[in-house]
């Protein structure tokens, strides 16, 4: 069962853990060791896996906004005798400002009640419940704390006002004046750590992160084309990144469903390395490109040596290779939604679409990647090496196909995309021979793609090389620079998308899809800019923008017909599909193409055309 609906609940961040919380006041989620680490509180997913609640008693309205360029909530309640402000933020290291925020944090979760006018009457509710809901903590006062143990996990209350404490939960209920202040901390910490978890004013830790996380965005302060979902946008991003490595997870959240009642509830916590490629874009675009050396170290060390194998596609936030799934069995699931997902089996699977997302984002940041750190150019390398060997093998797809492998044409487009790359990156990555060996694999797999990919009959480009499947991911086409928008057969191609798969802006990605793909509808956005259709897209990204929460969040999917949210949430995909057709919207006002040709000084892409290619 679940307590409210997946866009409900606002998303607070500290650099290393991601809290939800909902327009009533109740953290619903919380893992604080770490994104992909177990849940404390967990009632998103079963209303006996733990919360904790921090509301008025009896009737109330709601009304809540982020505190202004941060990531901390502030919730407004209003009653018949009076209104309260609830202020929620997961505390940063103290003074941790800039590229620091977020390095230290000391995983503490604040909560601030302020009176603002009349009198209230709040109740606390605390109910953690450890290891994804499956262990009551033993829960102690000592002194001015509620401290709950079981197993490996400390947490350690701390508020102004008494507690009342029985099995496994802790309350206290009290009244706010006009102009009163009570604070909240539930700090975290291993059970058997000598220190225990830290101490912080709830107030000040509050204050404290709204000037961090404001000091982020001023150092990225984006001026463009709609410059406040773009920020909004960014910082989210920023939240969903682990900053210790650097690795951006794809979401906050695992086990939400894809289709209410369906099994496909998977665990998003982790990072994909397509999402990191498009999430450097989307930092780029939106002025925060400041740390790509270290983003790319970060994938090359957990990636290590391509050589045989599939190419590692995910990885947890550290780098941790095995992410074996397994099933929650005991958690019921959102809207009975099972089973629930815990690790993600997708890290067996061999999509090779990924190594072109990683040469683009290469070439895209050439300009931060100069000079090239060893490690780095060996990633590029092996991976350019791997496109040109492996561009001929069936794959799971971008999309995750968990029965049979496929020949998927946006994995061999994106195979062309790794070896176009790194013919422009020239001797930067590789030898003369070398180079030329990239460039006529490159064209190997763009003549295979114009003769097996397009289907003539149809006039479109299809999901599956020979295959008569439609598939929104044809829509990457353009936007690596593989045909031009306005080419005839792009154009066909889009407009059956549109006929086929939109349903009030929202594009699934195949016929049959259970809702909405938020990334996908914002590439129709850029395709469209691109194919000299500017207005049509701006109004299309306007009116995808306005499906986002009340908070400017993204889950992955919308359902078309009830425009809920569908899928983890935030998802780092969907606020990067907005801040890039944002980009490509921009880049159509300015005249700017969207693949920039290659610097002089370095090799140009050949023009080794195969025999028979229409391109």
Known sequence: MSVTGIADHGLLADGQSAALVDRDGSVNWWCPGRFDGPAVFGRLLDHDAGHWSLRPEGDFTSERAYVTDSLVLRTVFTTATGAVAVTDGLALEPGARGHRVGRRSPRVLARVVQGLAGLVRVRSHFRPRFEYGRVVPRLDRQGDEVVATAGATRLVLRADTPQSVGTGEASATFTVRA??????????????????????????????????????????????????????????????????????????????????????????????????????????????????????????????????????????????????????????????????????????????????????????????????????????????????????????????????????LSSKVQCWTALDRAVRFGDRLGTPAETARWAAARDAVRHAVLTEGFDDRAGVFTGTVGGADLDASALLMPLVGFLPADDPRIRSTIRAIEERLAHDGLLRRWEGDPAGFVICSFWLVACLALAGERDRAGRLFESLAARSSDLGLFAEQIDPGTGEARGNFPQAFSHIGLINAAGALADVDAGRDVLPPAPPRLIPAGELRSAGSRG
Do not use: K
């Open 179 to 408: 102009g009163e202040r009570r604070g909240f901390t539930v700090g975290y910490g291993p059970a058997y750590a000598a220190d225990p978890p830290v101490r912080l004013d709830a107030a000040q830790a509050v204050d404290d992160a709204v000037a961090g996380w404001r000091s982020w965005i001023h150092l990225h302060d984006y001026q463009g084309l709609y410059r406040d979902e773009v920020r909004r946008s960014a910082l989210v991003l920023a939240g969903m990144t682990y900053q210790p490595s650097g690795a951006v997870v794809a979401a906050a959240t695992m086990g939400l469903p894809e289709e209410v009642g369906g099994e496909r509830n998977y665990d998003y916590r982790y990072v994909w390395v397509r999402d990191f490629s498009f999430t450097l874009e989307a930092l780029w675009r939106s002025a925060c490109a400041d740390e790509v050396g270290r983003q790319f170290r970060w994938l090359a060390r957990s990636m290590g040596v391509v050589q045989n194998g599939v190419v590692p596609i995910m990885y947890g936030v550290e780098g941790e290779r095995d992410l074996t799934e397994h099933r929650l069995e005991h958690l019921g699931g959102f809207a009975d939604s099972r089973p629930v997902l815990l690790g993600n089996d997708a890290w067996r699977q061999r999509q090779t679409d990924v190594v072109g997302e990683a040469l683009c984002a290469a070439w895209l940041m050439r300009e931060h990647l100069d000079p090239m750190e060893p490690e780095t150019r060996q990633l590029l390398r092996g991976m350019t090496e791997r496109a040109a060997r492996d561009w001929r093998l069936p794959d799971a797809g971008m999309w995750e196909e968990r029965d049979v492998e496929r020949h998927h």
